[in-house]
């Protein structure tokens, strides 16, 4: 089997798809969203323990932030929620929290939105493949450990050296689906 960089050596888990064929990576309508949001903060605060860092006072605000839908966010959405607590706004503080929960791989950059959404959950190919509704905004990472085998064949094959991808799938999610319009 080809070796596959995934996005994110830092997974404390052992490497699988975090979605099983079938099951859709969106959540469905009427989940225990509370649960969604405590299994978030639980999984940032393990990765950042793995990784010796701090899951500090801002870093954990905005990745709550994040974390409170399933669709991506903006800096300035973020920064207009964020609770200063009668300090100053500091957009440099909220786009320097954003880069550290990046790089821990909690959230990903949608670059179609130019957002930031939480991450769903670590898997092999987590944070590669993005799954982008154009009707309600909502976004799902499914496992794509397959995909990332391919692209990495694809660019063997031109004598690239595949490093890392991201692609944004656009198009409607199965709730929008259900529920038509146009
Ligand atoms: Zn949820
Ligand atoms: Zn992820
Ligand atoms: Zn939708």
Request: proline share 7%.
């Amino acid at each position: 089997m080809q070796r596959f960089d995934s996005n994110d050596p830092t997974a404390p888990t052992p490497s699988k798809p975090s979605v099983r064929s079938g099951a859709s990576p969106f959540p469905a309508p009427r989940h225990d969203h509370e649960a969604c949001i405590t299994e978030g903060l639980a999984r940032a605060e393990e990765t950042c323990r793995c990784r010796q860092e701090r899951l500090t006072e801002n870093r954990r605000q905005v990745l709550e932030l994040l974390l409170a839908e399933h669709r991506p966010a903006g800096a300035y959405d973020i920064l207009a929620r964020f609770d200063w607590k009668g300090r100053r706004p500091a957009p440099a503080q909220i786009y320097r929290a954003l880069s550290f929960l990046e790089t821990m791989g909690l959230v990903h950059r949608i670059a179609s939105r130019n957002a930031y959404v939480a991450c769903s959950g670590p898997g092999e190919g987590h944070g590669t493949v993005f799954l982008v509704c154009e009707q309600c905004g909502m976004v799902a990472e499914p496992g794509a450990a397959d995909l990332g085998r391919t692209i990495h064949e694809l660019a063997d094959v031109f004598g690239f050296e595949h490093r890392t991808h991201t692609l944004e799938v656009m198009g409607r999610c199965p709730e929008c689906m259900l529920t038509g319009g146009a």
